[in-house]
């Protein structure tokens, strides 16, 4: 049971926009605690999508976006493409569990 | 570049020991967080483990007092001796640098691949 509630899944056309949530509650994302985005294609690591609730690591289109209030976060693709393909994972701290909390995973299709 | 390799992973018997090792190349070890994340077959990632560059540890509850971090500065390498191994240890184990400005907002920049525990009950 992940303490970051994000939707099974979402879908969209190629072009189209998805946002994806990310819930937690006041003992991490509502305690002003960053959040970082991370996409993991089939069979492969997870890479930093986003870090720091809105900042994108070199080499990463800016059709990925990201804000956070209160105690959600939000991920947008925008331009939707087949290779965004991919389970995406939210990520902050949780001051009651002294650890770093991963979302419950969210798998975007593109039809 | 940076590139971190794991390996040690294997398939073992319930209440059995495993040594994971991170191979780094990159960065100095001793001088990063460097940490363990997990990710059970079909489930999304758990934090395990962190060292701090100046040593201090830190365990997720699920696996304090029976695995241990630890790394080998001459050897650049990041280690993970995992004991009294359950059922629900068995993951794809990575390794990972942390970064940020305060160990509250660490998110993991640099991943490995990945190694396979299976832990057989």
């Known amino acids: 049971q992940s303490v970051l509630t994000q939707p099974p899944s979402v879908s969209g056309a190629p072009g189209q926009r998805v946002t994806i949530s990310c819930t937690g509650s006041s003992s991490n994302i509502g305690a002003a605690y960053d959040v970082h985005w991370y996409q993991q294609l089939p069979g492969t690591a997870p890479k930093l999508l986003i870090f720091?609730?809105?900042n994108r690591p070199s080499g990463v289109p800016d059709r990925f976006s990201a804000s956070k209030s209160g105690t959600s976060a939000s991920l947008a693709i925008t331009g939707l493409q087949a290779e965004d393909e991919a389970d995406y994972y939210c990520?902050?701290?949780?001051?009651?569990?002294?650890?770093?909390?991963f979302g419950s995973g969210t798998k975007v299709t593109v039809l | 570049e940076v590139q971190l390799v794991e390996s040690g992973g294997g398939l073992v018997q319930s209440g059995g020991s495993l040594r994971l090792f991170c191979a780094v190349s990159g960065i100095t070890v001793s001088s990063e967080f460097m940490s363990w994340v997990r990710q059970a077959p079909g489930k999304g990632p758990e934090w395990v483990s962190v060292i701090y560059s100046g040593g201090t540890t830190y365990y997720a509850d699920s696996v304090k007092g029976r695995f241990s971090i630890s790394r080998d500065n001459s050897k650049n390498t990041l280690y993970l001796q995992m004991n009294s191994l359950r059922a629900e240890d068995t993951a794809v184990y990575y390794c990972?640098?942390?970064?940020?400005?305060?160990?509250?907002?660490?998110?993991?920049?640099?991943w490995g691949k990945g190694t396979t525990v299976t832990v057989s009950s």
């Open positions: 990972a640098r942390q970064r940020g400005q305060y160990y509250y907002y660490h998110y993991m920049d640099v």
């Open positions: 720091d609730n809105i």
């Open positions: 990520q902050s701290y949780d001051t009651s569990l002294s650890a770093y909390v």
